[in-house]
Every structure is written in C-alpha cells, then in structure tokens.
C-alpha cells in the first residue's frame, strides 16, 4: 500500500509568482485536506477536498486556491506568492471526512 | 487566545527517562484528541488517536484526556534517543474536518 506523495519536496520561488503543489492520496482514501507549516509552529488548516468538492477552509486567502481529481490526487495552487508563504505546504488524506488523516512528507516552499 | 495551547520547549530528557507532555484547549466542542510526532523535515506521522475522557495505552506510549479540565497528555516510558522529535497535540470537532494542532514541543532524548 502506498501512503501519501507530494511532490516537489522543495521549491524556491519569488514574490509575486504563482505555484503549484502536487499530493497524491494514499489508496482507497476520497478525502484530501492541506495544511500550512510555518517554521516552529503547528500546522494551520487551509482547506479540505472530499469526492473533488470542497468541504471546509481556513482562514486562508481567495489566492489560495485547490483541486481534487477523480483518482483523489489534489493540487494547492498560490497566487501572488508573498514572503510569508514560505512554510512546509502538508497534504493529508483519509478514508472520509471523520476519518483519521495520513499525511505525507510535505513540499517546503521558500519565497524570496 | 489560541484554541489549543502547546508548551514549544525545548524539553531535554535523559535515556529512560519518563517524557510527560500536554496541551490545553479551550473549546468544549473537540470531540477527537490525537498526538503527532513529526521528525525533523518530515510530515507528521499518526501516534495516538483517542476520542473519550481516560487513558489509552500503546507500548510505551499512553494518551491521556481529561475533557473535564480541557487537558490531553502523552506520556513516554522509558525514551529513547529515536524518540527525539517534535510532538504534536490535535483536535477536531465532531462533525469533523480540519484538524486544530497545538504549536508542538520538541523532544530531545539523551544517550
């Protein structure tokens, strides 16, 4: 069985550019949700995707913006990127809404 | 005031030692308490998942909540320097959703 895929594992973008990141859902799993890792903080919910809909979101801006695919992968894109949006970028899925979250290593973006 | 509160550390423990770790919370409404443990320039990785007042016990790991005091544990017996990590505490409410994660305390085991 495989768990959950990001990729890239590491990025380096400028202000003002846009990015996406990539996750792939651990098998069997229709619930995507991603969350923001700011360096010696905890992970801050961005927003969650079941069955390719949106289901719940932080208190994120509009530039922050997702996707799920049929096969449940998912995509968090970010516009205008600004320097605070360097974090760890995790995705998380899992069997259902309620369901425990699995999550996977993380893309670590740097804006500079 | 932050929802769910987390001492950061640094906490220093010995080898063998007992690691006991907390986090308070201020909402009534979480239902479901977990603790992650997140190696360095990892994703966090699933411990413990516990969903009533009491103690759950798995090897030489034991959560404690205490929904009364609004006060979650993990206690750590006999640690090892493989446990040296950061630590996360997690809730969510009952209709699910996002998780609610508290800012996380690192460990560091000593040999």
């Known amino acids: 069985e495989t768990g959950v895929t990001q990729s890239p594992t590491h990025l380096i973008k400028t202000r003002g550019q846009q990015v996406t990141l990539r996750c792939s859902s651990q098998?069997?799993?229709?619930?995507v949700s991603w969350y923001q890792q700011a360096l010696g903080q905890g992970p801050q919910f961005i927003f969650q995707?079941?069955?390719?809909?949106?289901?719940g979101r932080g208190n994120f801006p509009p530039r922050f913006s997702g996707l799920q695919f049929p096969n449940y992968s998912s995509e968090l894109n970010v516009n205008a990127l600004e320097l605070d949006d360097s974090a760890l970028y995790l995705c998380?899925?899992?069997?259902?809404?309620?369901?425990?979250?699995?999550f996977g290593p993380g893309t670590r973006l740097l804006v500079l | 005031q932050k929802e769910v509160e987390q001492d950061p550390g640094p906490l220093s423990v010995p080898e063998g030692a007992i690691v006991s770790l907390n986090c308070t919370y201020s909402?009534?409404?979480?239902?479901?308490f977990m603790w992650y443990r997140q190696y360095s320039r990892k994703g966090p990785e699933l411990l413990m998942y516990?969903?009533?007042?009491g103690n759950k016990e798995d090897g030489r790991f034991t959560a404690q909540v205490d929904k009364s005091s609004k006060y979650i544990s993990l206690f750590i017996r006999d640690s090892q320097p493989s446990d040296s990590a950061t630590y996360l505490c997690?809730?969510?409410?009952?209709?699910?959703?996002?998780?609610?994660f508290g800012q996380g305390t690192e460990l560091s085991v000593k040999p």
């Open positions: 998380a899925s899992s069997f259902g809404i309620k369901e425990t979250q699995y």
């Open positions: 098998s069997g799993h229709n619930t």
């Open positions: 995707y079941y069955r390719e809909e949106e289901n």
């Open positions: 909402n009534s409404a979480f239902q479901y």
């Open positions: 516990t969903y009533s007042s």
């Open positions: 997690a809730m969510v409410y009952n209709q699910g959703g996002k998780l609610i």
